[in-house]
Nanobody, 121 residues
Framework: QVRLVESGGGLVHPGGSLRLSCAAS????????MAWYSKAPGKQRELVAV???????NYANSVKGRFTISRDNAKNTVYLQMNSLEPEDTAVYYC???????????????WGQGTQVTVSS
């Protein structure tokens, strides 16, 4: 019913930039919090950035000043602008969205399939 589709990953050199997108499609009432997570080989999945429906943001310390999360509520899309990329940023990045299927109902979390980001020289 609800699908999150990520795009924008790829291979870049250190210092480069990528812009990830995640679009939610399907039938739902609204989207609450949206977030980006990363999963690097040998590491646990980590929260990268979060944005509320009102536009408030929080970031992992490792990406502060380099990444920017934003959203376009009209398009049901969340973005992650990734600048000054470092090899340590290499991971699969997953989109997460807490979705309300009806007013005043508990949110349901949805996940995208992930998009690979590789930072290498």
């Amino acid at each position: 019913q609800v699908r999150l589709v990520e795009s924008g990953g790829g291979l870049v050199h250190p210092g480069g930039s990528l812009r990830l997108s995640c679009a939610a499609s399907g039938t739902f009432f609204s989207i609450n919090v949206m977030a980006w997570y990363s999963k690097a080989p040998g590491k646990q999945r980590e929260l990268v950035a979060v944005i509320t429906s009102g536009g408030h943001t929080n970031y992992a310390n490792s990406v502060k000043g380099r990444f920017t999360i934003s959203r376009d509520n009209a398009k049901n899309t969340v973005y992650l602008q990734m600048n000054s990329l470092e090899p340590e940023d290499t991971a699969v990045y997953y989109c997460n969205a807490d979705i309300l299927h009806r007013p005043a109902a508990p949110v349901t979390p949805y996940w995208g399939q992930g998009t690979q980001v590789t930072v290498s020289s």
